[in-house]
T-cell receptor, first 117, second 116 residues
Framework: AQKITQTQPGMFVQEKEAVTLDCTYDTSDQSYGLFWYKQPSSGEMIFLIYQGSYDEQNATEGRYSLNFQKARKSANLVISASQLGDSAMYFCAMREGGYSSASKIIFGSGTRLSIRP | EPEVTQTPSHQVTQMGQEVILRCVPISNHLYFYWYRQILGQKVEFLVS????????KSEIFDDQFSVERPDGSNFTLKIRSTKLEDSAMYFC??????????????FGPGTRLTVL
Protein backbone atom coordinates (compact mmCIF):
# COMPACT_ATOMS: atom_id res chain seq x y z
CA ALA A 1 0.00 0.00 0.00
CA GLN A 2 1.28 3.42 -0.92
CA LYS A 3 2.21 5.27 2.23
CA ILE A 4 2.99 8.70 0.81
CA THR A 5 0.89 10.22 -1.95
CA GLN A 6 1.79 13.33 -3.89
CA THR A 7 -0.96 13.96 -6.43
CA GLN A 8 0.68 16.85 -8.28
CA PRO A 9 3.35 15.55 -10.68
CA GLY A 10 4.11 19.09 -11.82
CA MET A 11 3.23 22.67 -10.96
CA PHE A 12 3.92 26.07 -12.49
CA VAL A 13 3.87 29.14 -10.28
CA GLN A 14 4.61 32.80 -10.92
CA GLU A 15 7.60 34.20 -9.08
CA LYS A 16 6.77 35.82 -5.72
CA GLU A 17 3.51 33.91 -5.40
CA ALA A 18 2.92 31.40 -2.62
CA VAL A 19 2.61 27.74 -3.56
CA THR A 20 1.21 24.71 -1.76
CA LEU A 21 2.51 21.23 -2.53
CA ASP A 22 0.14 18.48 -1.46
CA CYS A 23 1.04 15.37 0.50
CA THR A 24 -1.10 12.74 2.16
CA TYR A 25 0.20 9.81 4.11
CA ASP A 26 -0.96 6.55 5.56
CA THR A 27 0.25 4.97 8.76
CA SER A 28 -1.13 3.10 11.73
CA ASP A 29 1.68 4.30 13.98
CA GLN A 30 0.90 6.97 16.56
CA SER A 31 4.46 8.27 16.44
CA TYR A 32 5.88 9.30 13.12
CA GLY A 33 7.74 12.10 11.44
CA LEU A 34 7.06 13.88 8.20
CA PHE A 35 9.71 15.48 6.03
CA TRP A 36 10.02 17.53 2.92
CA TYR A 37 13.13 17.36 0.77
CA LYS A 38 14.09 19.47 -2.23
CA GLN A 39 15.97 17.95 -5.17
CA PRO A 40 17.33 20.50 -7.64
CA SER A 41 18.45 19.48 -11.10
CA SER A 42 21.94 18.81 -9.74
CA GLY A 43 20.48 15.81 -7.94
CA GLU A 44 21.25 16.29 -4.27
CA MET A 45 18.56 15.85 -1.60
CA ILE A 46 18.18 18.93 0.58
CA PHE A 47 16.26 18.64 3.85
CA LEU A 48 13.71 21.44 4.18
CA ILE A 49 11.39 20.87 7.11
CA TYR A 50 10.26 18.29 9.66
CA GLN A 51 6.95 17.77 11.49
CA GLY A 52 6.52 15.29 14.31
CA SER A 53 3.18 13.59 14.80
CA TYR A 54 2.86 14.95 18.32
CA ASP A 55 3.80 18.50 17.41
CA GLU A 56 0.87 20.76 18.12
CA GLN A 57 2.11 23.62 16.01
CA ASN A 58 2.86 23.55 12.33
CA ALA A 59 6.57 23.55 11.57
CA THR A 60 8.11 26.59 9.93
CA GLU A 61 11.57 27.18 8.48
CA GLY A 62 12.04 30.54 6.83
CA ARG A 63 9.84 30.65 3.74
CA TYR A 64 8.77 27.04 4.25
CA SER A 65 5.89 25.97 6.42
CA LEU A 66 4.18 22.64 6.81
CA ASN A 67 0.38 22.62 6.98
CA PHE A 68 -0.13 19.55 9.16
CA GLN A 69 -3.67 18.23 9.40
CA LYS A 70 -3.42 15.04 11.42
CA ALA A 71 -7.03 13.95 11.15
CA ARG A 72 -6.86 14.24 7.37
CA LYS A 73 -3.37 12.70 7.29
CA SER A 74 -2.05 15.52 5.20
CA ALA A 75 1.24 17.39 5.40
CA ASN A 76 1.27 20.03 2.72
CA LEU A 77 4.34 22.18 2.12
CA VAL A 78 3.75 25.89 1.71
CA ILE A 79 6.43 28.03 0.11
CA SER A 80 5.82 31.73 0.53
CA ALA A 81 7.12 34.35 -1.91
CA SER A 82 8.49 31.82 -4.39
CA GLN A 83 11.85 32.45 -6.05
CA LEU A 84 13.36 31.20 -9.28
CA GLY A 85 15.73 29.08 -7.22
CA ASP A 86 12.78 27.17 -5.82
CA SER A 87 12.39 25.38 -9.14
CA ALA A 88 13.12 21.75 -8.26
CA MET A 89 11.58 18.39 -7.45
CA TYR A 90 10.00 18.25 -4.00
CA PHE A 91 9.56 15.02 -2.09
CA CYS A 92 7.31 14.40 0.86
CA ALA A 93 8.53 11.61 3.11
CA MET A 94 7.63 9.82 6.31
CA ARG A 95 9.49 7.99 9.02
CA GLU A 96 7.47 5.73 11.28
CA GLY A 97 8.40 5.46 14.92
CA GLY A 98 9.10 8.09 17.54
CA TYR A 99 11.19 11.20 17.45
CA SER A 100 14.44 9.35 17.73
CA SER A 101 13.48 6.53 15.46
CA ALA A 102 16.15 5.33 13.09
CA SER A 103 13.56 3.78 10.81
CA LYS A 104 13.89 4.20 7.09
CA ILE A 105 12.30 7.14 5.35
CA ILE A 106 9.59 6.39 2.80
CA PHE A 107 9.31 8.87 -0.04
CA GLY A 108 6.47 10.01 -2.23
CA SER A 109 6.75 10.21 -5.98
CA GLY A 110 7.53 13.91 -5.93
CA THR A 111 6.19 17.15 -7.39
CA ARG A 112 8.19 19.08 -9.95
CA LEU A 113 7.82 22.78 -9.21
CA SER A 114 8.68 25.32 -11.88
CA ILE A 115 8.78 29.01 -11.04
CA ARG A 116 8.01 31.40 -13.88
CA PRO A 117 9.78 34.81 -13.90
CA GLU B 1 28.22 23.06 8.65
CA PRO B 2 29.00 19.31 8.68
CA GLU B 3 27.73 17.36 5.70
CA VAL B 4 27.62 13.87 4.28
CA THR B 5 30.07 13.39 1.43
CA GLN B 6 30.04 10.75 -1.29
CA THR B 7 32.59 9.62 -3.85
CA PRO B 8 32.69 9.34 -6.76
CA SER B 9 30.03 11.73 -8.00
CA HIS B 10 29.62 9.66 -11.15
CA GLN B 11 30.69 6.08 -11.84
CA VAL B 12 30.46 4.34 -15.18
CA THR B 13 30.96 0.58 -15.23
CA GLN B 14 30.45 -2.42 -17.44
CA MET B 15 27.74 -4.93 -16.66
CA GLY B 16 29.07 -7.67 -14.42
CA GLN B 17 31.75 -5.52 -12.82
CA GLU B 18 31.99 -4.83 -9.11
CA VAL B 19 31.59 -1.27 -7.87
CA ILE B 20 32.14 0.28 -4.47
CA LEU B 21 30.38 3.51 -3.60
CA ARG B 22 31.86 5.47 -0.74
CA CYS B 23 30.31 7.73 1.84
CA VAL B 24 31.61 9.71 4.77
CA PRO B 25 28.71 10.34 7.16
CA ILE B 26 28.60 13.28 9.53
CA SER B 27 31.09 12.51 12.28
CA ASN B 28 28.85 12.25 15.35
CA HIS B 29 26.08 10.37 13.59
CA LEU B 30 25.27 6.82 14.58
CA TYR B 31 22.91 5.40 11.97
CA PHE B 32 23.77 5.16 8.29
CA TYR B 33 21.63 4.45 5.26
CA TRP B 34 21.76 3.81 1.56
CA TYR B 35 18.94 4.79 -0.76
CA ARG B 36 18.70 4.72 -4.51
CA GLN B 37 16.73 6.66 -7.09
CA ILE B 38 16.28 5.28 -10.56
CA LEU B 39 16.02 8.15 -13.04
CA GLY B 40 12.60 9.76 -12.89
CA GLN B 41 11.39 7.59 -10.03
CA LYS B 42 11.00 7.95 -6.29
CA VAL B 43 13.77 7.45 -3.78
CA GLU B 44 13.85 3.88 -2.42
CA PHE B 45 15.37 2.59 0.80
CA LEU B 46 18.09 -0.05 0.47
CA VAL B 47 19.64 -0.64 3.87
CA SER B 48 20.28 0.83 7.31
CA UNK B 49 23.36 0.18 9.41
CA UNK B 50 24.11 0.64 13.08
CA UNK B 51 26.87 -0.56 15.37
CA UNK B 52 28.58 -2.41 12.52
CA UNK B 53 25.50 -4.40 11.64
CA UNK B 54 22.68 -4.17 9.15
CA UNK B 55 19.56 -3.00 10.99
CA UNK B 56 17.08 -3.28 8.17
CA LYS B 57 17.19 -4.01 4.46
CA SER B 58 14.70 -3.86 1.65
CA GLU B 59 13.81 -6.46 -0.95
CA ILE B 60 16.08 -4.62 -3.37
CA PHE B 61 19.10 -5.31 -1.17
CA ASP B 62 19.81 -8.84 -2.34
CA ASP B 63 22.99 -10.91 -2.20
CA GLN B 64 24.61 -8.73 -4.83
CA PHE B 65 24.75 -5.86 -2.34
CA SER B 66 26.83 -5.47 0.79
CA VAL B 67 27.70 -2.64 3.15
CA GLU B 68 30.68 -2.07 5.34
CA ARG B 69 32.16 0.47 7.68
CA PRO B 70 35.83 -0.36 7.16
CA ASP B 71 37.12 2.37 9.46
CA GLY B 72 35.78 5.07 11.73
CA SER B 73 34.72 7.38 8.96
CA ASN B 74 33.83 5.59 5.72
CA PHE B 75 30.63 3.72 4.92
CA THR B 76 30.60 1.75 1.68
CA LEU B 77 28.07 0.09 -0.58
CA LYS B 78 29.38 -2.71 -2.79
CA ILE B 79 27.57 -4.16 -5.75
CA ARG B 80 29.29 -7.41 -6.69
CA SER B 81 28.15 -7.93 -10.25
CA THR B 82 26.37 -4.92 -11.64
CA LYS B 83 23.30 -5.21 -13.83
CA LEU B 84 21.83 -2.68 -16.23
CA GLU B 85 18.96 -2.09 -13.80
CA ASP B 86 21.42 -1.02 -11.10
CA SER B 87 21.87 2.27 -12.97
CA ALA B 88 20.60 4.89 -10.55
CA MET B 89 21.56 7.66 -8.19
CA TYR B 90 22.71 6.22 -4.89
CA PHE B 91 22.34 8.36 -1.79
CA CYS B 92 24.03 7.85 1.53
CA UNK B 93 22.35 9.33 4.61
CA UNK B 94 23.08 9.53 8.32
CA UNK B 95 21.25 10.51 11.48
CA UNK B 96 22.56 11.43 14.92
CA UNK B 97 19.89 9.84 17.12
CA UNK B 98 20.56 12.51 19.67
CA UNK B 99 17.02 12.24 21.00
CA UNK B 100 16.07 15.69 19.79
CA UNK B 101 12.90 16.20 17.85
CA UNK B 102 14.82 17.54 14.89
CA UNK B 103 16.67 14.28 14.30
CA UNK B 104 16.47 13.75 10.61
CA UNK B 105 18.37 11.94 7.95
CA UNK B 106 20.91 14.09 6.18
CA PHE B 107 21.64 13.03 2.65
CA GLY B 108 24.86 13.16 0.72
CA PRO B 109 25.01 14.59 -2.80
CA GLY B 110 24.68 11.16 -4.37
CA THR B 111 26.69 8.97 -6.71
CA ARG B 112 25.27 8.50 -10.17
CA LEU B 113 25.99 4.93 -11.26
CA THR B 114 25.74 4.12 -14.95
CA VAL B 115 25.97 0.46 -15.95
CA LEU B 116 26.69 -0.14 -19.65
Amino acid sequence: AQKITQTQPGMFVQEKEAVTLDCTYDTSDQSYGLFWYKQPSSGEMIFLIYQGSYDEQNATEGRYSLNFQKARKSANLVISASQLGDSAMYFCAMREGGYSSASKIIFGSGTRLSIRP
Amino acid sequence: EPEVTQTPSHQVTQMGQEVILRCVPISNHLYFYWYRQILGQKVEFLVSFYNNEISEKSEIFDDQFSVERPDGSNFTLKIRSTKLEDSAMYFCASTPLSGRVTDTQYFGPGTRLTVL
